[in-house]
């Protein structure tokens, strides 16, 4: 069974940092490319970055670049994602999903907010 647990949202202001956390099981970890997403209130759900299998290749969406970080420890079955100078537009659910054949399985979700 997949399951890929996210953790680290929380409250920042304009400008903060928070690390995203998201813990895999269930698959060969190291083997996957690595996804996060997010989705605003009202809006669809929207790519942020991708990293793959090694760690060796990272791509981010345009809104996020040079701002966001993704790294991973195979060791540790777990994907990173490193968010620098935030803003209110970043206000999201933070989702992290790996394409394992034909299927494309997500977490719960971690909650982040920008505010001040």
């Known amino acids: 069974q997949v399951h890929l647990v996210e953790s680290g949202g929380g409250l920042v202001q304009p400008g903060g940092s928070l690390r995203l956390s998201c813990a895999a099981s269930?698959?060969?970890?190291?083997?996957?490319?690595m996804y996060w997403y997010r989705q605003a209130p009202g809006e669809e759900r929207e790519y942020v970055a991708t990293?793959?299998?090694?760690?060796?290749?990272?791509y981010f969406a345009d809104s996020v670049k040079g701002r966001f970080t993704i790294s991973r420890d195979n060791a540790k079955n777990t994907v990173y994602l490193q968010m620098n100078d935030l803003a209110p537009d970043d206000t999201a659910v933070y989702y992290c999903?790996?394409?394992?054949?034909?299927?494309?399985?997500w977490g719960q979700g971690t909650q982040v907010t920008v505010s001040s």
């Open positions: 990293i793959t299998s090694s760690g060796a290749g990272t």
């Open positions: 999903n790996v394409k394992l054949s034909s299927t494309t399985y």
């Open positions: 269930g698959f060969t970890f190291r083997l996957y490319s």
